[in-house]
């Protein structure tokens, strides 16, 4: 792999090898290479030994052996998280425990609307599962081709889906985790009221695998809708975006579960770095709004909703400009356009990329105040600004000026990301929206958050993990 001396004892590494078998224990460079990269390349690690096992039973002995010679260990789902908590360091001697053999969905139960599924299952093959049952999973991100239930929970995933149905955590009932000693704590239960004690599940959930590894979960599932009307609209500020969201909230209460604010040159991007992706909109408008309406009762009631929002928006001087998806073929390229916006930077260059958190009522006023702060440090930077403004979470990516891959650009991301950071927390929000802390954020974190919290976290970490294994180097 390199010229390093290997640091993980070859004793040791037999002794875990021989749990998961020699075929699922990968030590050849080319077999290991795709679980030390991740898709910045911001965070390159270093490891002798990725243990892929295929069983909680295994999971669980794994975990013993760490605990007994004290090998830190690092969980990984499907490797497509952004701050590096699913990545080693560089010292060779982490393992990495791989859950995707963890594949199984274990049980759909239509009456009780849930469905339990092992941690390396693909988000999309949930969403399938529950498709074809006549349900509805709704966790929907850019990655669901790839990404894992488990680092969704680890992570508490948010996307495309929290405005009507809530995060990760919210759509889940029940974990089975196996904590740092080997033990099992089964816990999936299928309740939706239990005032039992604490509820343990929520510490896993979001904790970046540095308590315990996630195996298994009862997820929720919901009605399928029975009328889904998507449109997109051109208008012409973040503010009459915001009046536009309380009028479609005021009119489709519930009904509404999509509300995406995506400036132009997101747009752009995603038009012409994609194939496929065409702007639904003949003409140019400074920004756009992606919204989509679900009904339970009829796809009339869908569009009757709809149209009534869009009515009122036109008549108001709100919409310029407004498209209702013909079909599901179009409403999915519709959503498509936008869920590759951020893919699409890289074609431009170096991107420092944010994922942050306002209230929904200043929205407005951040991305006036954060694009005044980073164009005066960096002219000629694009500002790349989309999200989720129904929930007040928005990528605030920021590209280099046009021209070739800039490092001059990128060797100013953490100045950059102090920028836009400085504005966040003047606005009482948060830094860290829906992709973790993991490695990126994990300085800032300790420095920024309340001393009282960040200690409170540390205890529960060190009451669960006393002997530092369990993901270490993230969060803290």
Avoid at 351 to 377: E, M, T, W, Y
């Amino acid at each position: 792999m390199n010229d390093e001396a290997p640091h993980l004892p070859p004793v040791l590494a037999e002794r875990f090898a021989e749990i998961v078998g020699e075929r699922y224990a990968l030590r050849a460079a080319h077999e290991i290479a795709p679980h030390v990269s991740e898709l910045r390349g911001l965070f390159p690690g270093r490891t002798e030994l990725v243990l892929r096992p295929g069983s909680v039973e295994e999971v669980s002995r794994i975990m013993a052996l760490a605990s007994e010679t004290g090998t830190p260990i690092v969980p990984q789902g499907g490797n497509t998280g952004l701050v590096g908590g699913q990545m080693p360091d560089r010292n060779g001697r982490q393992v990495v425990l791989s859950l995707s053999r963890l594949n199984r969905i274990r049980e759909v139960d239509l009456a009780s609307n849930t469905m339990t599924v092992e941690a390396g299952v693909i988000l999309q093959h949930v969403q399938e599962e529950a498709d074809a049952a006549d349900r509805l999973f709704p966790l929907s991100l850019g990655s669901q081709g790839s990404c894992q239930i488990g680092g969704n929970l680890s992570s508490n995933a948010g996307g495309t889906g929290v405005l009507a149905y809530g995060n990760a955590r919210d759509l889940c009932l029940g974990l089975e985790v196996v904590l740092p000693t080997g033990e099992v704590l089964d816990d999936l239960r299928k309740l939706t009221k239990d005032n039992t004690g604490y509820d343990l599940k929520d510490l896993f959930i979001g904790a970046e695998g540095t308590l315990g590894i996630i195996t298994a979960a009862v997820l929720k599932l919901f009605p399928k809708p029975k009328g889904l009307e998507v449109a997109w609209l051109g208008i012409a500020s973040p503010r009459d975006a915001l009046t536009l969201f309380g009028q479609a909230l005021e009119k489709a209460g519930s009904a509404l579960t999509g509300f995406e604010l995506c400036a132009r040159v997101a747009v752009e991007f995603a038009s012409r770095h994609v194939a496929g992706n065409i702007a639904p909109l003949a003409g140019e408008h400074d920004w756009y709004v992606l919204m989509e309406i679900s009904s339970g009762r009829s796809p009339e009631d869908a569009r009757a909703l709809i149209e009534d929002v869009l009515g009122g928006g036109l008549e108001q001087g709100l919409i310029a400009d407004a498209v209702i998806a013909e079909n599901l073929a179009q409403a999915a390229a519709f959503w498509r356009l936008r869920e590759t916006m951020s893919e699409s930077q890289r074609p431009e260059g170096v991107s420092i990329k944010h994922d942050i958190s306002v209230p929904v009522a200043d929205i407005p006023a951040f991305i006036d105040r954060a694009g005044q702060a980073v164009l005066a440090a960096a002219p000629g930077a694009r500002l790349v600004t989309f999200g989720h403004m129904g929930d007040g979470n928005l990528h605030y990516n920021i590209s280099q000026p046009p021209g070739p891959p800039d490092e001059a650009f990128k060797a100013r991301y953490r100045e950059i990301n102090d920028i836009v950071h400085d504005v966040v927390r003047s606005f009482g929000g948060s830094i860290s929206a829906e992709h973790g802390i993991g490695q990126m954020k994990r300085d800032e974190l300790v420095a920024t958050a309340p001393p009282v919290a960040t200690e409170l976290m540390r205890r529960i970490r060190r009451a669960f993990d006393p002997a530092g294994i369990m993901n270490p180097g993230k969060l803290f």
